[in-house]
């Protein structure tokens, strides 16, 4: 069965290819964000498939962009629904790394503390308990510390492959 925001997805797929190139069908922010993110996870390769979403005002996520790593990035990262990062996981992706600004760095005040109450369940929109907690992980990154977030994409990769047999979304 499909959710909600998928049928309204398929819906303006639709739209989309009924119209051509001339069609000037908008889709509203989210459900792009979706459509992207879709794209770039399908066309993931690799061992481990890594989706990292960014923060425009942290560190430069789309820096990491590999086969085996999607990137977006968001103006500020507690714009990030958590339905995302479960559609991330429900459509292939091993693991979903978090990169937002670090404490008293937000340009948004609180973005990345949200997002992290969101993860944990103690802010709505909360995330599902479903979603393995192993196979999310947040960090705090400066603008000029992707050294830093490299090294935590490799360790978070390395604890991805430890848990090949259990399933990234029950």
Same mark, same amino acid.
């Given at each position: ?6 049928? *309204? ?6 739209? #989309?290819?009924? *119209?051509?190139?001339?069609? %000037? ?17 399908? %066309?993931? %390769? /690799?061992?481990?498939?890594?989706? #990292? ?31 995302? #990062? ?6 292939? %992706?091993? /693991? ?7 404490? /008293? ?6 973005? /990345?503390?949200?997002? *992290? ?52 979304? *029950?």
């Amino acid at each position: 069965l499909l959710s909600g925001l998928d049928k *309204a997805l398929a819906e303006y797929e639709k739209e #989309i290819e009924q *119209a051509g190139n001339e069609g %000037a069908v908008k889709l509203p922010e989210e459900l792009r964000g979706r459509v992207e993110l879709r794209e770039q996870v399908r %066309a993931l %390769a /690799g061992i481990t498939r890594i989706v #990292i979403f960014g923060c425009d005002c942290a560190c430069d996520v789309q820096r990491l962009r590999a086969p085996d790593t999607a990137t977006l990035s968001m103006l500020c990262i507690g714009m990030l629904p958590p339905a995302f #990062i479960e559609y991330a996981l429900r459509q292939g %992706a091993d /693991g979903v790394l978090i990169a937002g600004c670090r404490d /008293g760095d937000c340009e948004y005040r609180v973005g /990345g503390r949200w997002l *992290a109450q969101r993860i944990e369940g103690t802010r709505e929109p909360h995330m599902r308990s479903s979603v393995s907690a192993q196979r999310v992980r947040y960090i705090a990154a400066a603008t000029f510390e992707e050294d830093r977030l490299r090294d935590e994409l490799e360790r978070f990769k390395h604890a991805l492959a430890q848990l090949q047999t259990e399933p990234a979304h *029950a």
